[in-house]
């Protein structure tokens, strides 16, 4: 398979509880993205990585967040003292930078329910 | 900052016609633009991109690109009750940025 896969799937935590998902990008992706997304929104962009460098932190990401991507392959984000608001789908998703003109590719996602 | 409007619709259109989705956005220096078909529960799945302005077609969908009044839209022909979906408009480039702003999305409903 050379799609994008992210683990876990799904996640049920309860508030305060730290979570961490994973995301295997496409193998010759250099690329990669985590979003967040919830009911009746468009992804919303979260953090991206070139390589292993973490270029660009949205707003959103508060202190609470954290995501890396040590060897510029796989990826990590985790979530510290989650609350209520973080129930969402994550997303990741990567590309091959070329000139400004590229494609993303989304993972199947990870679904966080924090009760 | 960055927007990309979209009627959240539904849109509901019969089997076999023509299904028509519009996106806006406010920043005139983006210069990639995507569409993204997402199944409920699902991830965003890409259907096109455009670059140019004009049309792009592939399949049953074209995309069609007017710079000028910040426009691009996705025709579906001959619409299938599988292509219910929610389709998102996704927009990149300004700045050199390759961070793309998504909109909300048009739920779509083909009914037999």
């Known amino acids: 398979d050379t799609g994008v896969s992210q683990d876990p799937r799904h996640k049920i935590t309860k508030r305060g509880q730290n979570v961490t998902f994973r995301c295997d990008p496409i193998?010759?992706?250099?690329?990669l993205y985590w979003y967040r997304q919830t009911l009746g929104q468009g992804p919303e962009f979260l953090t991206y990585?070139?390589?292993?460098?973490?270029?660009?932190k949205s707003r959103l990401l508060s202190d609470r967040f954290s995501a890396e991507r040590p060897k510029g392959s796989f990826s990590t984000l985790e979530i510290q003292r989650t609350e209520q608001g973080d129930s969402a789908m994550y997303l990741c998703?990567?590309?091959?930078?070329?000139?400004?003109?590229?494609?993303?590719?989304f993972g199947p996602g990870t679904r966080l329910l924090v009760l | 900052q960055k927007e990309v409007e979209q009627n959240s619709g539904p849109l509901s259109v019969p089997e076999g016609a023509i299904a028509s989705l519009n996106c806006t956005y406010s920043?005139?220096?983006?210069?990639?633009f995507f569409w993204y078909r997402q199944y409920s529960g699902k991830s965003p799945e890409l259907i096109m991109f455009?670059?140019?302005?004009g049309d792009k077609e592939d399949g049953r969908f074209t995309a069609q690109l007017n710079k000028a009044s910040q426009y691009v839209s996705l025709l579906i022909r001959d619409s299938q009750p599988s292509d219910s979906a929610t389709y998102l408009c996704?927009?990149?480039?300004?700045?050199?940025?390759?961070?793309?702003?998504f909109g909300r999305g048009t739920s779509l409903i083909v009914h037999p």
């Open positions: 996704a927009v990149t480039g300004s700045g050199g940025s390759y961070i793309p702003t």
């Open positions: 455009i670059y140019s302005n």
């Open positions: 990585f070139q390589n292993e460098a973490q270029l660009e």
């Open positions: 998703a990567s590309s091959l930078g070329s000139g400004g003109q590229e494609t993303q590719y």
């Open positions: 920043d005139r220096g983006s210069q990639s």
């Open positions: 193998s010759e992706h250099n690329r």
